[in-house]
């Protein structure tokens, strides 16, 4: 089945680290997208990449890093510098990058600080 | 910044009741999309409105994009249990990103 696999589904960070949510698809889509959701708040955008080796920032991006090596893998490190890491985090990729695409999100994880 | 609010925050419903949740943007919309995202779920891609006053039906979903292109609307015919979720919109405006609206959290008692 092809789809977006998000790992862990829960994770607990400790004061002064670092985390890295991992995001893979099987899609073949070029575009890939990082948000943040929190109660009563939407999704907000933290990072995207509409390429393979080129990403951007989105509304919230600090405190966050991603990376994008490989057009399947779009990696999420929430850094220590991020003082309110406690959310659920959704990954999501489209065909192109092309906002007027639709976007396919994988099933979350939520973390949680220690 | 570019807003798209979204009301009402939740909605308890009858099942076989009506539910409608809006959609209002600050500034002008080249397309909206509305995704589902059912409790202890991910969104779901629902439907893309992009033409003026245009309105899509999906079975008992009405969409519906406001003639100034700033505003839509999601309505339910006759809820059942299996609508309950939260319902998200998301406009494409002059920031070039996809903004999605805080969502609106249907309720539907059997």
């Known amino acids: 089945d092809g789809g977006i696999t998000q790992s862990p589904k829960y994770l607990f960070r400790k004061e002064g680290q670092n985390v890295t949510l991992s995001c893979e698809q099987n899609?073949?889509?070029?575009?890939m997208y990082w948000y943040r959701q929190d109660p009563g708040q939407g999704l907000r955008l933290i990072y995207y990449?509409?390429?393979?080796?080129?990403?951007q920032k989105g509304d919230i991006a600090e405190g966050y890093s991603v990376s994008r090596e490989k057009k399947e893998s779009f990696p999420l490190t929430v850094t220590s510098a991020q003082k309110n890491p406690t959310a659920f985090y959704l990954c999501?990729?489209?065909?192109?990058?092309?906002?007027?695409?639709?976007?396919?999100f994988g099933d979350g994880t939520r973390l949680s600080i220690l | 910044g570019q807003q798209v609010m979204q009301i009402p925050q939740y909605q308890h419903v009858q099942e076989g009741e009506d539910f409608t949740t809006y959609c209002n943007s600050s500034?002008?919309?080249?397309?909206i999309q509305w995704y589902k995202q059912r409790p202890g779920g991910h969104p779901v891609f629902l439907i893309q409105?992009?033409?003026?006053?245009e309105v899509k039906k999906q079975k008992r979903l009405t969409f519906q994009f406001g003639e100034a292109k700033k505003n839509s609307s999601l309505h339910i015919t006759a809820t059942q249990t299996t609508d309950v979720g939260t319902y998200f919109c998301?406009?494409?405006?002059?920031?070039?990103?996809?903004?999605f609206g805080q969502g609106t959290t249907l309720q539907v008692k059997p």
């Open positions: 999501a990729s489209s065909l192109s990058g092309n906002w007027h695409q639709p976007q396919h």
């Open positions: 409105l992009v033409k003026s006053g």
């Open positions: 500034t002008t919309l080249s397309n």
């Open positions: 990449s509409q390429i393979v080796n080129d990403f």
């Open positions: 899609l073949n889509h070029d575009a």
């Open positions: 998301a406009g494409l405006g002059k920031t070039g990103k996809l903004i």
